[in-house]
């Protein structure tokens, strides 16, 4: 029987997922913890013997392909020039390829700023600034400044195509760097996809020495993207079909992990209501956002920071009062293996998970404010309107392992204390049953229409 093998190395779990080539089914699936800390090719090991056990002894896979956002994942330090224009462009670019933002930079960086970017530990640095025929001065600076602070890790270079021969001229021979489309070609117009085409393709060369993996290289066919890449890649697909076949529409997935909450959205977001003006970027149609403060597990301290007791009281945590809650969330971030097993244990992560939900989803629609006009009342719209979205997909060990996966979703609904939030008032919810988003990503890099055929099946109603 042939087969393809999918592996996600996530950052708490290894998930493994096998394919049949010929008929649109999941054949088995099987995890094991993610052994980052030693050898990930442990935690590989328990997980595929998992699956063998489940698979016939014939069984024969044509391709392996990996996805991983192990020992946190893709991380980016994005520099641009003006704030809310080429680094916010530049933002977008690296969010959108599957990276993790760890720290973004404006205008002429000074020595200060280049000492952090080098403490870093980043995989690698966007760099951008200018529009195409504009200034030049700030992005030949900041490539001066790496250059002389002799950054080893990969530069890819996407701003002003003007600054393109003066930047070689620095790099050539000293840094390891990558020529791309600028992120803002003209003011307020986006094109990010080149530079995360560039991203990914330098992931796919460097993962495995960087992220430890090297013993990986011998077992699978490759390494194609970085995990919230593989899962935006099946939203787009779930979403928007394929030459042959329609999607769905419109929608967002939250995928809750043991160190980020990732959103993806898959729709223009224009305004739904009338008398609302746009303002800002314009907004890509696959848009991810992650927010790095909001995990079940690694990131437990900092979402406890992020909600204080104002959120656990909001989604009614029973006997609060009485509990530890700090204590609670202490464990969860020195114990990442921890599974809960009690009916308290069980509540607490739901509740965790309700609030990653509700803040990520806040943090990732878009906002509407009040302007006076000479025309009257008008509103102001920045980022995207997902009040009339009609799905809301959610993955994630959390919300798939959940008896009450719709009541974790609800958590992103728009509510009444954020009166300027475009988050969604009525969708469907949908989840991933499986798990295995991220495995029908790397499956529409091989056969789309295959993926979109098993998406409409795996993705369920709750």
Known sequence: MKAYLFIDFGSTYTKLTAVSKEEDLILATAKSYTTVETDVMEGFGKAFELLMNDLPNDIEFEQKLACSSAAGGLKIVSIGLVPELTMEAAKRAALGAGARVTDVFSFKLNQSEVKRIKNAKADMILLAGGTDGGNTDVIIHNARMLKDAEIKIPVVVAGNKSANDEIIEIFEGQMNYHITENVMPSLNQINVEPARETIRNIFMENIVKAKGMSKAKDL?????????????????????????????????????????????????????????????????????????????????????????????????????????????????????????????????DEVMAKICVDISMKRHAGTVTPVYSPLGMMYSQEGKDLMELPYLVGTGGVIVNSRNPEEILKAGLFHEEDLDSLKPRHPKYLIDEKYVLSALGLLAMVDEEKALRMLKKYVVKC
């Open 220 to 348: 699978i066919s490759g390494i194609l993207m970085p995990t919230p890449a593989a899962v935006l890649k099946a939203a787009e697909v779930l979403s928007q079909g394929t030459k042959h076949e329609d999607g769905i529409g419109d929608l967002v997935v939250v995928d809750i992990g043991g160190a980020t909450t990732d959103v993806h959205s898959v729709c223009e977001g224009a305004p739904s209501k009338p008398s609302v003006v746009l303002r800002g970027l314009e907004e890509p149609v696959a848009k991810r956002t992650v927010e790095g403060d909001l995990g079940m597990r690694y990131s437990a301290l900092s979402l406890y920071e992020a909600a204080g007791k104002r959120y656990l009281r909001r989604y009614k945590l029973s006997h609060l009062e009485e509990m530890d809650v700090e204590k609670e969330f202490t464990f969860r971030n020195e114990h990442t293996d921890f599974v809960p097993s009690t009916e308290d244990e069980l509540q607490f």
